[in-house]
């Protein structure tokens, strides 16, 4: 899973920056090039080499850019929020990858040089359609709105104008183009930022609710700052619109800080406040100091024993999880404090501002949302700190030295279950994070826990530094090698001018993930048709550049027609068979394996020369007449995809998750990746299916937080041809090939009840056209009446009780029960099943109603 990182930094009106770090994956720098050049007008800078004749290269790429915008007052106005904001939109917007983290910071003596940093993952057909936005608040008494949106999606900023005017008394004001979309001056007294009445977490969190009461929007990153010389305070809130599967549920933040303090923000959901108070005074020994209500939300803060940020973090993380909550950002910040600002009351563009008495506070920003855990379990977390270290001070002065600071460490915080398979998983990340760290790194155990000493970190000047670099790095190990999700990454400057770096990391363990094939021979593509004849593009494609002949691959949004076509394939394919090969959802309700309906979200038909080519030779090649009855046809007969099929070709699905489907549609599938996800029955090829059902089976999130519950599954046009047919399993393709017959079907729904599967073992015989991103609908009275019908097969995962009808599975905490007693090695076990008592006897496999007497014949599970 590529990840890439972008910072910008601006030091005065008109001198700014741009680096970029991270993995070189889908021509992601050449098109970045492209685009800060003409957009931005940057000039390309020498980041250096490994050889000795140049300086040492803290990044892959950086530019000088002159568009840095900064406003010569006090109220902190820059165009930051709105370069952001194009960033985004031209990665995510045009190019598809995922926004994962925004966070930023000021440097200098009084704060005057600003830096950003993005990290983006790998793409996501989501991100062609789903629009971000930017708010910032600033203490000043001033709000930015920064988000470009088309027409559908622009009712977010009529609620966020409402909530303005009504609750910030804040009036718009205009000529604030070159900095947002809108600029809003807040009434008299609505911000204080000072001591027990600081009002801004109180204000942020409010902000929050009443952006996702707009129908599907959620926040993606949060961080805090101060400016100015520390007598004002910011906020900056980044939001999509995702439809997240918590919708609505309100956010509560927490905020922990090195003065003393703790403040809970929120909504009082789930009596969370009590508990929260009782928690922290328990573990933290702290106190309530004071408490206050501005309508429905409470802020209760709290003075405590400071104790380490970083290790009170996972403890919070581990309440909040315990309590069935997840956290959704996170950040953390050195906030400058000042007590008396010199010049108060003149004219700010005049007097150049002193700030006498500071101090510097580190805070813990993280905001929780309810529903996303299960109640009473720790999903295991790895908080990751990497501190920098400290400069000499005659380095700092010269820009041109590279200087290894001393001091440096990397830190680990492990929060995990105290056993089972959490606990091991756990166990085995910090064995090879701590190979990572002293192989790779040259790190040194120190005495502390899980920490070590090192020498990767460096400088130039006061705020040029390879943190970023090493913070890549060391997200590609955790992602890609250990397979852990990237949640967090959080900047925090300390010092007098900001000059001491730390990195904050968090990275989630989701479960298994699948590879996501890299389309890093998309430009193969290119070379392919200067070389080939062009074949004529279908006459349902609408992509100017792809049909003018200047692309030869686009992906575009499925208009309405489409839409209704692909969800009626979908749902005439659909049947609700259970087989081993489905793997249980967190999101399905006790009792239920498998979803009632695949209900469509979005989807995204690809164009591509080269594979639309590819698939038509092999067909006007090898297709004999032969015509084999593929269940798609049904789902297709009187929509807009009928008729769009040659001869021996048919629609098959293929299950998989957006990131992997997003780089199958630029390459196509690859064989070396065949049988990689989920085995091979009949042997190596591209597994696919003629009921959407069983790709579901396949099927997955991104993890990570990155539209979670929007699963992907593609609809391929194939040519299926005269096909190799069999009920049993085993490697059939030599033969297939000796026979020159031109697929495989394994119908194991002949043999067992179940599907039919198709196996290509030639990559042009399969060209993935769409792209369905879908949700899982597990409430039965939420899809068509004819989709409510109980399931047949088993998953193998569940004690079942036979009767006349059929095997039904014992209920999920039941089962629960029965499969811990078999472990245990009991002989039987009684259960409450619905209020009615049974003795299971696992020896006899024979279940008994206790009141009745009546007994049933158990099936253990096959894992059995």
Known sequence: ????????????????????????????????????????????????????????????????????????????????????????????????????????????????????????????????????????????????????????????????????????????????????????????????????????????????????????????????????????????????????????????????????????????????????????????????????????????????????????????????????????????????????????????????????????????????????????????????????????????????????????????????????????????????????????????????ANTWNCNVFMCRGRFENNLGQWTMRFCDFMVDRLGWSFMVCSLCNMGDVGQLRSQQLVFRWDGDKRDVPLSTNVLANQAFCANEERAECPDWWKSVKVMSGARTHDILRCDADEKDALQKLLDVTFKRTLTRDRVPDDDAPDGEEMPYRMELVDAFRSEHVVLNKRLGDITAERWKGDEFDVKTKAGVDGTCLDGRLCGGQGYVFHGTNPSSAMSILKIGFDLNYAGSATGSMFGAGVYTAECSSKSDEYARDDGGNTYPGLLAVLVCRSFIGKPWVSQRPGDFVLEAKRRSLDSIVGDREAKVGTYREFVFFEEGSIYPEYSIIYRRKWDRDQVPPEMVVPTSGTTGRYWQMQAAGGGKNVPAEGNKLLIQAMKDSDIEVNINLGGTEYNFNITEKLGTNVNTGNSVPLRAPMQF
């Open 1 to 448: 899973v590529p990840f890439i990182l972008i910072e910008l930094t601006g030091e005065a009106d008109g001198e700014g920056g741009v680096e970029i770090a991270g993995k070189d994956e889908y021509g992601v720098y050449a098109a970045l090039d492209i685009w800060l050049m003409e957009n931005w007008k940057c000039e390309p800078l020498d980041v250096g080499d490994l050889t000795e004749d140049t300086k040492i290269p803290f990044c892959k790429a950086a530019y000088r850019w002159p568009g840095y915008c900064l406003r010569a007052s006090e109220d902190g106005l820059n165009n930051f929020g709105l370069r952001t904001m194009q960033i985004i939109d031209f990665m995510c917007g045009q190019l598809s990858w995922t926004l994962a983290i925004v966070n930023g910071g000021s440097l200098g003596k009084h704060g005057e040089v600003r830096e950003q940093q993005l990290i983006f993952k790998s793409p996501h057909p989501m991100n062609l359609v789903a629009p971000h936005m930017m708010i910032e608040l600033r203490s000043a008494g001033y709000i930015e709105v920064s988000a470009d949106l088309e027409d559908a999606d622009r009712d977010v900023l009529e609620f966020v104008d409402e909530f303005m005017s009504g609750h910030f008394k804040a009036e718009k004001l205009d000529g604030y183009e070159d900095f947002c979309t809108n600029y809003y001056k807040v009434g008299e007294g609505v911000f204080n930022v000072s001591g027990e009445a600081n009002n801004l977490g109180m204000l942020t969190t409010q902000l929050c609710d009443r952006v996702v009461d707009c129908k599907g929007w959620s926040l993606v990153a949060c961080n805090a700052g101060s400016y100015a010389g520390g007598q004002h305070r910011e906020a900056q809130l980044v939001f999509r619109r995702d439809y997240h599967p918590l919708g609505d549920e309100e956010y509560l933040m927490v905020q922990l800080a090195s003065d003393g303090c703790i403040e809970v923000v929120g909504k009082d959901q789930r009596n969370i406040f009590r508990k929260i108070t009782n928690w922290l005074q328990k573990y933290f020994g702290a106190e309530v100091s004071n408490s206050f209500q501005d309508g429905d939300t409470t802020c209760t803060r709290l003075v405590w024993k400071v104790q380490d940020i970083m290790t009170s973090s996972a403890a919070l993380t581990s309440f909040f999880e315990m309590q069935g909550w997840e956290m959704q950002v996170c950040s953390r910040q050195m906030i400058t404090e000042a007590k008396a600002p010199a010049g108060a009351g003149e004219d700010a563009d005049e007097v150049e501002l002193e700030f006498p008495e500071t101090r510097q506070v580190e805070e813990q920003l993280l905001m929780f949302r309810p529903g996303a855990s299960e109640v009473g379990t720790i999903e295991p977390h790895l908080f990751i700190e990497f501190y920098a270290g400290e400069g000499d001070e005659r380095f700092y002065e010269d820009e041109d030295t590279t200087q290894v600071l001393a001091n440096q460490r990397i830190r680990v915080k492990t929060l995990s279950p105290r056993n089972g398979e959490g606990k091991e998983r756990m166990n085995a990340a910090m064995e090879k994070i701590d190979d990572f760290i002293v192989n790779c790194l040259g790190g040194e155990k120190a005495q502390a």
